[in-house]
C-alpha cells in the first residue's frame, strides 16, 4: 500500500499551518499528501435519509489549501477529500491508510484557552498510526533544531526511538535521547538515598547508551546525542528540552503507564505544552 500523509484541515490559522508542516512531511518521504476535511460537527439526524453535502465555502477551502500547497512545494501530489463524518472521528479512520497523520493544536471551533482542542487530543490518542500535533501554531517551522526523544526503556519509548531516528535522518539533523531522572537538588542526603540515585543515574546511562547503540546500526551515519536530563517530572524535563528541539518525539505510554490508557501523562502533557511539533510515536497497523 502506497501511504499517504494525511492532514486535516477546517480553514482554521491552526489547519494552516499544519497543512504546511504535513506537505514538508509528505515531500520528505516522496509520499502523496491528503487533505483532509470532516464537515460534520453535529450528529445526524436519523430520520434523515440523504446524506448532507459539503458546502460550496468548504470546498474553496480544502481546494483553496490544495492549490497552494502545489504551488509551495514543487513535485509534491496533493489530494482533496471530503468526508461526512466529525473531524476527530474522519481522521482516527483515514489514519488505518495512512503513513502519518498531522493535527493542528486547534480548530475553527477551538477555544482560546485550550492548549490542544478536542480533535487534536481524539486523533492523537486513537489513531492507527503516528501523529504529528503541530503546536504551537505562531511558530515558523523550525528546519535545524535536533530531533528530542524521550527515552526510559519502554516498549512505547523503544518505538518512539525508532521514529525519532526516521525522523532525523530524513531532515538532516542529529537525533538527542533524553532520560529524566529526578532532580537531587543542593541540600544533604542520607546515605541510602544518595545510593539509590547513583543507581537511579547509572540506570539512565545505561539506558541512552543501549538506545543509542540499536540507532548507530540502524543510521551509521547520523549524528546521535546523549542528554540526561534532571526535572522535578518526566513531562517537565521533556517540555523544557524540547525548547531547542525541531521535533519531540514521544511513546503512548512509559515504564509508569496504564495499559487501559490510550495516552500516558507524559504523552499528554508534551502534546499540551511542548514549545514544539510533537510526533506520538503509535505503531502503524
Same mark, same amino acid.
Given at each position: 500500500?502506497?501511504?499517504?500523509?494525511?492532514?486535516?484541515?477546517?480553514?482554521?490559522?491552526?489547519?494552516?499551518?499544519?497543512?504546511?508542516?504535513?506537505?514538508?512531511?509528505?515531500?520528505?518521504?516522496?509520499?502523496?499528501?491528503?487533505?483532509?476535511?470532516?464537515?460534520?460537527?453535529?450528529?445526524?439526524?436519523?430520520?434523515?435519509?440523504?446524506?448532507?453535502?459539503?458546502?460550496?465555502?468548504?470546498?474553496?477551502?480544502?481546494?483553496?489549501?490544495?492549490?497552494?500547497?502545489?504551488?509551495?512545494?514543487?513535485?509534491?501530489?496533493?489530494?482533496?477529500?471530503?468526508?461526512?463524518?466529525?473531524?476527530?472521528?474522519?481522521?482516527?479512520?483515514?489514519?488505518?491508510?495512512?503513513?502519518?497523520?498531522?493535527?493542528?493544536?486547534?480548530?475553527?471551533?477551538?477555544?482560546?484557552?485550550?492548549?490542544?482542542?478536542?480533535?487534536?487530543?481524539?486523533?492523537?490518542?486513537?489513531?492507527?498510526?503516528?501523529?504529528?500535533?503541530?503546536?504551537?501554531?505562531?511558530?515558523?517551522?523550525?528546519?535545524?533544531?535536533?530531533?528530542?526523544?524521550?527515552?526510559?526503556?519502554? &516498549?512505547?519509548?523503544? =518505538?518512539? $526511538?525508532?521514529?525519532?531516528? @526516521?525522523? %532525523?535522518?530524513?531532515?538532516?539533523?542529529? *537525533? +538527542?535521547? #533524553?532520560?529524566?531522572?529526578?532532580?537531587?537538588?543542593?541540600?544533604?542526603?542520607?546515605?541510602?538515598?544518595?545510593?539509590?540515585?547513583?543507581?537511579?543515574?547509572?540506570?539512565?546511562?545505561?539506558?541512552?547508551?543501549?538506545?543509542?547503540?540499536?540507532?548507530?546500526? &540502524?543510521?551509521?551515519? =547520523?549524528? $546521535?546525542?546523549?542528554?540526561? @536530563?534532571? %526535572?522535578?517530572?518526566?513531562?517537565?524535563? *521533556? +517540555?523544557? #528540552?524540547?525548547?531547542?528541539?525541531?521535533?519531540?518525539?514521544?511513546?503512548?505510554?512509559?515504564?509508569?503507564?496504564?495499559?487501559?490508557?490510550?495516552?500516558?501523562?507524559?504523552?499528554?502533557?508534551?502534546?499540551?505544552?511542548?514549545?514544539?511539533?510533537?510526533?506520538?510515536?503509535?505503531?502503524?497497523?
Amino acid at each position: 500500500m502506497n501511504r499517504q500523509v494525511v492532514v486535516g484541515v477546517d480553514g482554521s490559522p491552526s489547519s494552516l499551518v499544519a497543512a504546511e508542516h504535513a506537505a514538508r512531511a509528505a515531500q520528505l518521504r516522496s509520499r502523496p499528501l491528503l487533505v483532509v476535511h470532516g464537515y460534520l460537527r453535529a450528529p445526524l439526524n436519523p430520520y434523515d435519509l440523504t446524506m448532507p453535502a459539503p458546502s460550496e465555502e468548504a470546498q474553496r477551502m480544502v481546494e483553496g489549501v490544495a492549490a497552494d500547497l502545489t504551488e509551495r512545494f514543487p513535485g509534491l501530489a496533493v489530494e482533496v477529500r471530503q468526508v461526512a463524518g466529525g473531524p476527530g472521528a474522519t481522521m482516527v479512520e483515514e489514519s488505518r491508510r495512512a503513513e502519518l497523520v498531522v493535527v493542528g493544536s486547534r480548530g475553527s471551533g477551538g477555544f482560546t484557552g485550550l492548549l490542544l482542542g478536542s480533535v487534536g487530543a481524539q486523533v492523537a490518542a486513537h489513531a492507527r498510526c503516528p501523529v504529528l500535533v503541530v503546536r504551537p501554531e505562531g511558530q515558523p517551522i523550525d528546519v535545524d533544531g535536533p530531533v528530542l526523544v524521550g527515552v526510559d526503556g519502554s &516498549e512505547s519509548s523503544q =518505538l518512539a $526511538v525508532g521514529y525519532g531516528a @526516521v525522523e %532525523a535522518a530524513l531532515r538532516d539533523v542529529p *537525533l +538527542v535521547l #533524553a532520560h529524566v531522572g529526578p532532580s537531587g537538588g543542593d541540600r544533604p542526603v542520607p546515605d541510602e538515598i544518595e545510593e539509590a540515585q547513583a543507581a537511579e543515574q547509572a540506570e539512565a546511562v545505561r539506558l541512552l547508551a543501549d538506545a543509542s547503540a540499536v540507532v548507530r546500526a &540502524e543510521h551509521p551515519d =547520523l549524528v $546521535v546525542r546523549e542528554h540526561p @536530563v534532571r %526535572a522535578s517530572s518526566p513531562a517537565q524535563g *521533556l +517540555v523544557e #528540552a524540547s525548547g531547542a528541539a525541531s521535533l519531540l518525539v514521544v511513546g503512548t505510554r512509559g515504564r509508569a503507564g496504564f495499559a487501559g490508557l490510550l495516552l500516558g501523562s507524559v504523552s499528554q502533557a508534551a502534546v499540551q505544552h511542548a514549545h514544539c511539533p510533537v510526533l506520538v510515536a503509535h505503531p502503524v497497523s
